[in-house]
T-cell receptor, first 114, second 115 residues
Framework: KNQVEQSPQSLIILEGKNCTLQCNYTVSPFSNLRWYKQDTGRGPVSLTIMTFSENTKSNGRYTATLDADTKQSSLHITASQLSDSASYICVVRGASGGSYIPTFGRGTSLIVHP | EPEVTQTPSHQVTQMGQEVILRCVPI?????FYWYRQILGQKVEFLVSFYNNEISEKSEIFDDQFSVERPDGSNFTLKIRSTKLEDSAMYFCASSETSGPTYEQYFGPGTRLTVT
């Protein structure tokens, strides 16, 4: 069964600090992996997308990495800001018989304190 | 910037009642989706819709669910006879294209509470 596991479940950091969120997946065959940011009461917003051949992708202060061999990804946030407080969701899309139904992780809840 | 909108933001209904959740996708998008997120749990795919037909659906999307594009702008999710376990946040999304790397744009969600 396709699964996406994220860690930690929650994280509290001080403003200005860096942090790294982890994602492990068992989706196969693999198509792509996205990281989303979900603010409270809002829909997810895409931060990065990586396909099999990509091992790093940046979007401003967000840098995602992908190791397709170990089926692991990370999202690194640099110089955190209060507005980074949100849930960060790893979503993996497989490619089986033409189906691209995404598998979502539970998310990491990040709180940035001043 | 164009965005997906959803109404209502919060719907309270009694068990057994029918509810219709409404979405207005981004105007030039052709592919539409519904997801749900039970409180404290992960987002789950329900259904994708293109050219007035269901493209894919998950095991969750059983006979009590239906989707429709009644006009050129709205995309609706109907739950015929709601159950307590249908209480969740329902997200609509749309995309311009299909394929594995297409980007979906999510609406703000409708919180459905079944009592």
């Amino acid at each position: 069964k396709n699964q996406v596991e994220q860690s930690p479940q929650s994280l509290i950091i001080l403003e200005g600090k860096n942090c790294t969120l982890q994602c492990n997946y068992t989706v196969s065959p693999f198509s792509n992996l996205r990281w989303y940011k979900q603010d409270t009461g809002r829909g997810p917003v895409s931060l990065t997308i990586m396909t099999f051949s990509e091992n790093t992708k940046s979007n401003g202060r967000y840098t995602a990495t992908l190791d397709a061999d170990t089926k692991q990804s990370s999202l690194h946030i640099t110089a955190s800001q209060l507005s980074d407080s949100a849930s960060y969701i790893c979503v993996v899309r497989g490619a089986s018989g033409g189906s691209y139904i995404p598998t979502f992780g539970r998310g990491t809840s990040l709180i940035v304190h001043p | 910037e164009p965005e997906v909108t959803q109404t209502p933001s919060h719907q309270v209904t009694q068990m057994g009642q029918e509810v219709i959740l409404r979405c207005v996708p981004i105007s030039n998008h052709l592919y539409f989706y519904w997801y749900r997120q039970i409180l404290g749990q992960k987002v789950e795919f329900l259904v994708s819709f293109y050219n007035n037909e269901i493209s894919e659906k998950s095991e969750i999307f059983d006979d009590q669910f239906s989707v429709e594009r009644p006009d050129g702008s709205n995309f609706t999710l109907k739950i015929r006879s709601t159950k307590l376990e249908d209480s969740a946040m329902y997200f609509c999304a749309s995309s311009e294209t299909s394929g594995p790397t297409y980007e979906q744009y999510f609406g703000p969600g409708t919180r459905l509470t079944v009592t």
